[in-house]
């Protein structure tokens, strides 16, 4: 069973930074799709971005040039470099990894196993 846990949430003002960190339980840990993904309140779960084995990524266009996923495999530790954070960036985080190795990476939920708790960013104007 992979295990998944975010940090690095919290409240920053309009055109801040954070950065969150996803650490993960999984020996293969290289070998993994991983994503990063994002619920407001209200709303669907979205994909902000994912990142293959091969350090292969896509975004949102929401956060295209704002954001970078980025992986340690020396340390299992996804991350999510957030700058030019806006209010509509407001959400619950979460991280989440693909069953299986070498899985491309997509920002569809659905193709996703294992999922972390999630950690609350919130952006005020």
């Known amino acids: 069973q992979v295990q998944l846990m975010e940090s690095g949430g919290g409240s920053v003002q309009s055109g801040g930074s954070l950065r969150l960190s996803c650490a993960v339980s999984e020996y293969a840990f290289s070998r993994n799709c991983l994503g990063w993904f994002r619920q407001a309140p209200g709303k669907e779960r979205e994909g902000v971005a994912a990142?293959?084995?091969?350090?292969?990524?896509t975004y949102a266009d929401s956060v295209k040039g704002r954001f970078t996923i980025s992986r340690d495999n020396a340390k299992n530790t996804l991350y999510l470099q957030m700058n030019s954070l806006k209010p509509e960036d407001t959400a619950m985080y979460y991280c989440a990894a693909r069953s299986g190795w070498y899985a491309r990476a997509t920002l569809d939920y659905i193709a996703y196993n294992y999922w972390g708790q999630g950690t609350q960013v919130t952006v005020s104007s």
């Open positions: 990142i293959d084995a091969y350090g292969t990524t």
